[in-house]
């Protein structure tokens, strides 16, 4: 890969990995570097040259709803379930030990894993099932004669790579990151990997920067797989939402550029990104969402329904005496530019934690940073999605959220500021703990003059106005967010494609317990999987780990259609790798069923 060249080596897709033919493993790769004295650490822990890696201990936030009799929650608290054991392996040796304790079992338990438990999907475990959680299996193994390339267990997170990569202990690589990963500095790179989750940027998605992984077949065997070696094969196990086995372990490809990124926070009304309702490009005319995509190194962008509206008595249940046009509604945009200068260091403070890879504060403490750390907490959420049926609430929440996005006091105008790449991305700082909100995701293809980008937006924008008409409730009350990349490598993904392809990823975001929110959250899934490019072929595909059947009806059937010439290569991956099913859980089994 340009720097250095490959340690770690697996066999061809066709081989059964794990066999004597493969050679060295990831473990005995991280044992070769700490004899060489290189970096090992764990978190933000650097290992002295010799010593045994540091471990830092389990974050109590990780599965933050398994409680004391085994109960499970995802992250956003909707989806519970009750396992039968919850495990958390250290090592490749402890997975190893607990899958040879269940296969003593008759029959052998389920086992699914977890990381931050950071999907709406059900990807976890069924009642009665082991959960692993993998967020200890978490070393970084760095060193500078392979600049560009970074080994991780997979309990790793974006905010502790981030750190550890912006350190000045990196020297003149401080600043090196992957070319685009997800906004959130919480989650692991277990979870995010797995399920195909992408970022924002003229870049593939997540999993494409994945040059190597290791994972642990159901028989204990470990499987070393190289992209180099089989890129077929090696793109459909990368993104397998852990059927293949138990992730121990990648080594990503980082962006060799380490130069500042200079973001710019800037608010516009929503017609001017979003043009007029139902408005399509027309040759020569304006085009601002492709202006997006061609004006710089990346973008995301949020709309905030009915942030536009004054509000004049918060406890009315009907919209006051006021035409509310969607499109005079605040859009807070996000854009990175690449620079030719260093990345200056950061000592900035915020509540006593260094800001190694969030947004700098040039500024004294201000409201906008309360608001962002207020916002969206469990306290303040629950309260929204009482607001579901008070819209003039909501347009209150909404002009008070617009003012949590730079610049801080100003309506509309820009703000400027350079940071490193990670810094950059995980602007999210006071994003850590799961807030009880519903995630509904998808992925459009767009046209060449992105027109079914703008029918997807359109129809999420209808759908809300229609439900605050007719039926006097606002359900899209946190935001409508969007970003852009190129194509995924992975089948899996829902940004599959080839090169040229550009891909928006829309969301809508609501608190947990809005009233209609189901039907509201149904109608705009339904209207974007009905998207159809030019040329008629399929526009739209569910973000697979943002989809739920408490949020949209009938879910597992929409997917299961959308990806329907895809699921044999997941299926068939399964199959190869673990053919008793130990991995599968009821989710996918519908999927697989003919």
Not at 467 to 476: G, H, N, R, V
Request: proline share 5%; hydrophobic share 35%.
């Amino acid at each position: 890969m340009g720097l250095c060249s490959s340690t770690t080596h697996g066999v061809r897709w066709e081989d059964r990995w794990g066999s004597p033919g493969c050679k060295k493993t990831l473990h005995q790769f991280c044992d070769h570097k700490m004899k060489k004295g290189q970096a090992i650490v764990t978190g933000t822990s650097a290992s002295k040259a010799g010593g045994g890696p540091a471990r830092s201990s389990t974050s109590s936030k990780v599965l933050r709803g398994v409680s004391k009799d085994g109960e499970f929650r995802n992250w956003a608290a909707t989806v519970q379930t009750a396992p039968a054991k919850v495990l958390k392996p250290k090592s490749i040796r402890d997975v190893q030990e607990i899958l040879s304790e269940a296969r003593c079992r008759n029959p052998m338990p389920k086992i699914r894993c977890v990381g931050s438990g950071h999907s709406w999907t059900h990807l976890f475990a069924d009642d009665g099932s082991w959960v692993l959680d993998t967020s200890g299996i978490n070393d970084i193994v760095w060193s500078s004669d392979c600049p560009t390339q970074v080994t991780i267990g997979p309990g790793v997170t974006p905010g502790q790579l981030g750190t550890y990569m912006d350190s000045k202990e990196r020297g003149k690589w401080r600043g090196l990151f992957l070319p685009s990963d997800v906004v959130l500095e919480s989650v692991t790179y277990g979870g995010t990997i797995s399920s195909a989750c992408h970022g924002t940027g003229k870049t593939q998605t997540l999993p494409d920067y994945v040059i190597k992984m290791s994972f642990i077949k159901w028989d204990g065997t470990q499987v070393d797989l190289s992209r180099a070696e089989d890129p077929t094969g090696f793109a459909i196990c990368v993104a397998s939402f852990g059927l293949v086995g138990v992730i121990v372990g990648f080594t990503l490809q980082l962006d060799g550029d380490n130069k500042a990124i200079r973001v710019t926070d800037s608010k516009v009304r929503a017609r001017d990104l979003f043009l007029e309702h139902n408005e399509l490009p027309k040759p020569g005319g304006p085009n601002p969402l492709r202006e997006a995509w061609n004006g710089g190194y990346a973008v995301e962008a949020f709309y905030l329904a009915a942030s536009s509206l004054k509000v004049t008595n918060i406890l009315s249940t009907e919209f006051e005496d006021q035409r509310w046009d969607p499109y005079d509604d605040i859009c807070a945009i996000k854009t990175f530019q690449r620079t030719n200068r260093a990345v200056k260091k950061d000592n900035d403070k915020f509540l006593g934690y260094d800001q190694k890879t969030s947004t700098r504060f040039d500024r004294n403490f201000s409201i906008s940073d309360f608001l962002k750390v207020n916002l969206g907490t469990e306290v303040g959420l629950p309260l929204v999605a009482k607001f579901g049926d008070k819209p003039a609430l909501v347009a209150f929440y909404s002009r008070t959220a617009a003012k949590a996005f730079e610049p801080v006091g100003k309506e509309f105008g820009k703000v400027h500021y350079e940071v490193s790449l990670a810094q950059a991305i995980h602007w999210q700082k006071y994003i850590s703990d799961g807030y009880p909100t519903s995630d509904t995701e998808v992925c459009i293809k767009c046209d060449p003059d992105f027109t079914s980008a703008y029918k997807a937006i359109h129809a999420a924008i209808g759908i809300t106005k229609t439900f605050a008409e007719e039926e006097d409730t606002l359900p899209l009350n946190v935001a409508m967010e969007l970003r852009m990349t190129k194509h995924s490598n992975s089948p899996l993904s829902p940004a599959y494609g080839k090169e040229g392809d550009v891909f928006m990823w829309l969301e809508v975001l609501s608190a947990a317990g809005t009233p209609r929110l189901k039907d509201f959250t149904t109608r705009v899934a339904d209207a974007w999987l009905a998207i159809r490019l030019k040329d008629g072929s399929q526009a739209a595909y569910p973000h697979w780990a943002k989809w739920s059947d408490a949020y949209v009806a009938g879910a597992d059937a929409k997917i299961k259609k959308a990806y329907a010439s895809r699921l044999p290569y997941l299926r068939n991956a399964s199959r190869q790798f673990d053919p008793n099913g130990v991995f599968v859980n009821d989710f996918f089994a519908r999927l697989f069923a003919p």
